[in-house]
């Protein structure tokens, strides 16, 4: 089955922990992962990784993509100097093409305005009040939410966050297969080591 790829945002200080089940596992079911930068230009990871993107950001469009993800970064913390890779979120959400933001990037996008009216979460109700935004009432104390098309979870939960896209796109796993998947790397559970390898 061909699949358009996935993108994965990449700016100096994103973390590079928060993302890595997600694109593995992906990329083994036949995704191809491609990185997204500001520019053409490298960038360093938090964790000190430097990463050559695939491509730019001024050259990213919803209809080439089957997901993009935002992970977390100081930068959304200190600046606006990502508010563009919120703008292309709400742009990928228009045409139905799914985002998952984790971490800080939850807080740029409740910046832009795209959680103020979907059910999210992230590491606490605070750091999303702290944006000023207005979807308050709508966060969900859970390890990672979907509504539609967006995917939203807190910095300590990337596990979670790949069940939820999982779940959304549908071809990675599916029922018994995915709660065995997250059983065995969330919850180190035995058991579903056999289930998901059946």
């Not at 100096?12 to 593995?24: P, Q, V």
């Not at 730019?56 to 930068?75: K, T, V």
């Not at 985002?99 to 409740?110: F, N």
Request: proline share 6%; net charge negative; hydrophobic share 40%.
């Amino acid at each position: 089955m061909s699949r358009k790829p996935v993108h994965l945002a990449v700016y100096d200080t994103f973390a590079d922990w928060e993302t890595g089940h997600t694109t593995a596992w992906l990329a083994r079911v036949g995704y191809e992962i491609r990185t997204v930068g500001p520019s053409a230009a490298p960038v360093v990871s938090i964790g000190g990784l430097r990463v050559q993107p695939d491509l730019s950001l001024s050259e990213l469009r919803p209809e080439d993509s089957s997901l993009l993800i935002l992970p977390g970064a100081d930068l959304w913390d200190t600046g606006d100097d990502l508010a563009p890779f919120a703008r292309t979120a709400r742009a990928f959400l228009d045409a139905g093409v799914p985002v998952g933001a984790i971490c800080g990037a939850t807080a740029g996008i409740a910046r832009e305005g795209l959680l103020d009216d979907r059910a999210h979460t992230s590491a606490a109700p605070t750091y999303l009040a702290a944006s000023g935004y207005k979807g308050g009432e709508r966060y969900t104390e859970a390890d990672a939410v979907t509504d539609g098309d967006l995917i939203t979870a807190g910095p300590t939960e990337p596990v979670a966050f790949a069940r939820e896209i999982f779940g959304r796109l549908g071809d990675v796993f599916e029922g018994e297969k995915l709660d065995a998947w997250y059983r065995l790397f969330h919850d180190s559970d035995p058991a579903a080591y056999e289930t998901l390898n059946a």
